[in-house]
């Protein structure tokens, strides 16, 4: 294909001109006649048994169509909320499963889990008839700090799991970690809050649902990543509605970032209610209920302990940790802090053994998952933080260090002591590339002529490795999953000879329009503006997995690789008819089929329509038509990887951080669309700098309250928080995937914090502060300088 | 009870019946029918209301409709001249890759004009950032934006617009 449109080239969007005018079509957007709108009530306690729910006041308002409370739930035998991925504990017994009713029926365990839903003619009303249900609560003793969530004393979240421990987990042989470590000549210790985080992205989930008595249809409309996963779930275990008959659509999705995978209440409520009303319903989220409900992410406590050398080769990792999991145990909740953490601790080091032991803790909190990175940016943190800590005992360069440890370029494939094996890699010349782009040698001199301005700089490093392109399904499923992870698509001609291109995956905000165009463009030299992706509807996609763990081009564009070669192979017969010659002589490029060694020729279109309009073909050996679908399970995983350099300043007088240099290099292997892919890398940045320097979600420690509960408590980065970024690339293609690709879409998030955070710490070291605390805000900084009594929230 | 109310959207003249709390975003897109114009929060930070009202920008969640009564209201459905002519502003959007989801698109298309035309097509990257304060974006990391915007003010000021 032209070189303007192919794999490689920086195609503007298809999707632009849509979301430029105005025209997208959101969740919220959808005109539904008769529709109805639902208001959810919700728990004002951390947590409290309700005594009584009176409904009878607010059933007579004005246009209320209908109020369900948790008992009509109940009563009406609809399923738990599930947590699909089961995780042994060490002892290999199953984690433990507390129920997670679709609306708290006798006890609510977070503020703002829902007690009853309010449907009505207007948003307006349902919202006004939901202030005047009076719910009568006995407030019982809560905790939401995760550090404390172990104690004997701490209120209990679930009786299922006692002394709120989900599971007690643990990888790699602690024996051979203690030995390492009694041989060790320096032993580098670090304690670490890896801050919570509010998703948000910015369109609030939403759902709406019809139900056609007629044929006993369901229809969901929902802002979630994968659509055909929401239906599974709700089919097979929430709601019973058999999968055919619940068609799951996901439009266009203002942003995931993980928080719209998962099987929620609301969703849930509105799509069993719609049968029950008559009527369309809809329901769209306020920022409020956003911040309150929505999966958050991270939250872990961690020790680690880094053994080396006395020529600071790493000798062994020890790692403790415990992570929130929330009131509740979200969709995909336990598999993050294990088999996406702990299995990424060895970071891009030869580190030869590995310890790790996980405790996953209930708190009355909202429920957490995986956010951007999921597990990935917490053991980027844990092992990035260490190494600089530990070059700085040292006094050697970080830089120099990570270089010593780097497993070798020759080394690929890579076994590492915590299961997962290497792809392929090659990390020197990408810390080469990022100290050459970020001037590292001119530092010293920036630091100095900083200091004649009162202002401490600091620089810091971040060389990141994630396992992404989730994933091998067979792995899955001996880890725990519950679900297959390969994707599917279908390339569909139609007689005229343009194509849709179904995929399983889901795009919300990815660019799939463009970048999958691209590549069935390139291979089948159709040309792009004839090529039109669809996705996010189980009534007219194949079953797919959705898209989340950076997987969609690794998974989902080899998947469209696969049918592609399909096309191709049923062309090539169809040409070889055509042109009366043999098949195995035909040969295809550019879009055209031609015969070896001769003029003849047959364009992929004329193939195409020959296979529609079937009067010269060879109907005896090949079917008409032209539609070919597949299905990819990969290998392996894919392994990107690379290194951040960040430098700041910080004025100590405030404790005012400024990110004065932002610098990545990233391998990604090959690249589809670099601007798209630059794209997701500035965003990936920015909200690892979020959590870095703005971001922390804090509820308070008495009432259980969201005190980061909005857009005016809650510090999202905006456009004066961040500078412009400096980008570069390495490519090492990934081995076994068609495209040579790996994924681009977590990675700014998984290594930013630790590049922020250690510039931050090399900024200050010289006044002696050996922690601040993430984020580092002005006051975590201001006292970690002037030794602030009272501990920052 | 309603209140009826009458205003001009995008050079046509509209008119409904509203509650007194009904809010122009709610107007627009409830009433109205034209979704591009986006709610993202409940305390007017995110910015993915903006709308023009008589030519300056507003958080179209701060307002009445009954506030606008009589107003000249311009929202995204209404720059573009057609598909093959886009205001400067979403030419350089898309030039830039300044837009994923797009949900805060809308928002940051109508300020980023409005910001512009305050600074009299004059911008360094500093005050677009500043100036970006009150939109909210978790896509792109705003770096393609500030480049959007940098190029569409010289482009916004060649096009008289």
Redesign the interface.
């Known amino acids: 294909m032209t070189a303007q449109t192919g794999i490689g080239a920086r195609v ?2 298809k ?12 969740v ?2 959808l ?1 539904l006649a008769r529709s109805t709108y639902a208001h959810f009530l919700r728990s004002p306690h951390a947590h409290a048994r309700i005594k009584s729910i009176d409904i009878s006041a607010a059933k007579a308002m004005p246009g209320v169509v209908e109020i369900f409370t948790g008992k009509d739930v109940a009563d009406a035998k609809v399923g738990s909320l599930i947590c699909g991925w089961v995780v042994k504990d060490k002892h290999g017994q199953p984690h433990k499963a507390p129920p997670h009713p679709v609306m708290a029926a006798d006890t609510v365990r977070y503020v703002g889990d829902p007690v009853a839903m309010v449907v009505a003619n207007s948003h ?1 009303e349902a919202k006004d008839a939901a202030e005047a249900i009076k719910v009568d609560y006995e407030v019982l003793p809560s905790n939401v700090d995760l550090a404390k969530a172990f104690d004997g004393g701490a209120a209990q979240v679930h009786a299922e799991a006692p002394g709120n421990l989900v599971y007690d987990w643990e990888i790699g042989v602690k024996a051979d970690v203690d030995a390492a470590f009694a041989k060790a000549a320096h032993v580098t210790k670090v304690d670490i809050v890896n801050n919570r985080l509010i998703p ?5 989930r939403a759902a709406a649902a019809e139900y056609d008595k007629g044929t006993g249809q369901y229809t969901l409309w929902s802002t979630s990543q994968n659509p055909h996963v929401l239906r599974l779930i709700l089919s097979a275990f929430v709601l019973g509605i058999p999968e055919h008959k619940l068609r799951v659509i996901a439009p ?4 995931g ?1 993980g928080s719209k995978i998962f099987c929620y209440n609301e969703e849930t409520m509105v799509c069993w209610a719609a049968s029950r009303v008559g009527r369309p319903i809809k329901w ?1 989220a ?3 209920e956003s911040f309150q409900t929505d999966a958050h992410g991270r939250d872990h406590v961690t020790h680690a302990e880094l053994a080396l050398d006395k020529e600071g080769k790493f000798l062994a990792l020890k790692v403790e940790t415990i992570a929130n999991m929330g009131a509740y145990l979200s969709t995909f909740s336990t598999a993050v802090p294990t088999y996406l953490y702990a299995t990424l601790l060895a970071g891009q080091y030869t580190t030869p053994v590995i310890y790790a032991n996980v405790k996953a803790a209930l708190t009355h909190t909202a429920p957490v998952d995986a956010y951007r990175g999921a597990g990935r940016p917490e053991a980027t943190f844990v092992v990035e933080t260490i190494v600089s800590k530990a070059a700085q005992e040292l006094k050697m360069d970080p830089a120099e260090l990570r270089r010593k440890n780097f497993i070798p370029s020759d080394a690929f494939p890579y076994q590492t002591p915590v299961a997962l094996q290497y792809d392929s890699g090659n990390y020197p010349p990408i810390i080469d590339e990022a100290m050459k782009m970020a001037d590292y040698k001119g530092f010293e001199a920036r630091r100095a002529e900083a200091k004649s301005r009162g202002k401490l700089r600091g620089i810091g490093f971040s060389s990141y490795i994630e396992a992404c392109g989730l994933a091998p399904s067979q792995v899955i499923g001996q880890l725990g999953g519950g679900v297959g992870q390969w994707e599917s698509a279908q390339i569909r001609f139609n007689p005229t000879g343009n194509v849709q291109v179904l995929t399983g995956a889901h795009s ?4 799939h329009e463009t970048t999958f165009a691209q590549i069935v463009s390139d291979k089948l030299g159709v040309p792009i503006e004839q090529v039109e992706v669809v996705h996010g509807d189980t009534a007219t996609t194949p079953f797919g997995m959705g898209s989340y763990g950076s997987r969609s081009l690794a998974v989902g564009g080899s998947a469209i690789m696969k049918a592609a070669h399909k096309i191709i192979a049923k062309g090539k017969k169809i040409a070889a008819h055509l042109m009366e010659a043999s098949a195995a002589d035909v040969v295809f490029e550019n879009g055209i089929f031609k015969v070896a060694g001769t003029d003849k020729s047959v364009p992929l279109a004329q193939t195409v329509f020959a296979a529609y309009v079937p009067h010269n073909y060879p109907l005896a050996e090949l079917e008409p038509g032209m539609d070919e679908n597949a299905f990819y399970d990969p290998a392996n995983f894919v392994y990107p990887a690379g290194t951040q350099i960040c430098e700041i300043e910080v004025d100590p007088d405030t404790g005012v951080v400024e990110i004065v240099n932002f610098t990545a290099v990233d391998d990604f292997g090959n690249i589809i669309n670099p ?2 892919v ?2 997701q890398v ?6 690892g700098v979020g959590q870095a320097l703005l971001e922390k979600a804090v509820y308070d420690k008495d009432t259980g309250q969201l005190l980061s509960g ?3 408590d809650y510090a ?5 928080d ?1 500078p ?2 400096k980008l570069g690339y390495k490519v090492t293609p990934c081995p076994h995937n068609p495209l040579g690709v790996k994924g681009c879409g977590e990675a ?1 998030a998984i290594a930013a914090p630790a590049a922020v955070m250690n510039a931050v710490h090399d900024a200050l070291a010289p006044l002696g502060v050996s922690h601040v605390p993430m984020p580092a805000t002005p006051l975590n900084v201001w006292q970690a300088i002037h030794g602030g009594a009272r501990q920052a929230a | 009870m309603t209140i009826p109310v009458a205003m001009t959207v995008n050079g046509k003249p509209v008119s409904g019946k509203v509650e007194a709390r009904t809010l122009l975003v709610q107007f627009l897109r409830e009433h109205l029918g034209m979704t591009g114009t986006h709610v993202g929060c409940d305390t007017s930070q995110c910015g993915a209301c903006v709308v023009h009202v008589d030519g300056k920008s507003v958080k179209s969640c701060t307002m009445l409709a009954l506030q606008a009564e009589g107003a000249q209201v311009t929202t995204i459905e209404g720059l573009a001249e057609s598909a093959e002519k886009l205001h400067p502003m979403q030419e350089a959007f898309r030039e830039n890759h300044a837009l994923q989801c797009g949900f805060c698109t809308p928002g940051m298309v109508m300020s980023a004009i409005d910001m512009v035309k305050r600074n009299n097509y004059q911008l360094d990257e500093a005050t677009v950032r500043r100036e970006l304060e009150g939109n909210l974006c978790r896509c792109t990391g705003y770096h393609n934006i500030v480049k959007a915007i940098l190029a569409a003010a010289p482009a916004m000021k060649a096009a008289g617009v």
């Open positions: 503007k969007r999707e632009d001109l849509r979301f430029l005018t105005g025209t997208g079509r959101y919220d957007d005109p307006d948000n992205a910015m369109e609030p266009d999705v203002g942003g970032f769209t306020e920022r409020t919300h905000g990815q660019s601007m798209i630059e794209g500035h965003g990936g940045i920015v909200q909005s857009f005016n999202m980065p905006r456009a004066d961040v412009s970024f700014g």
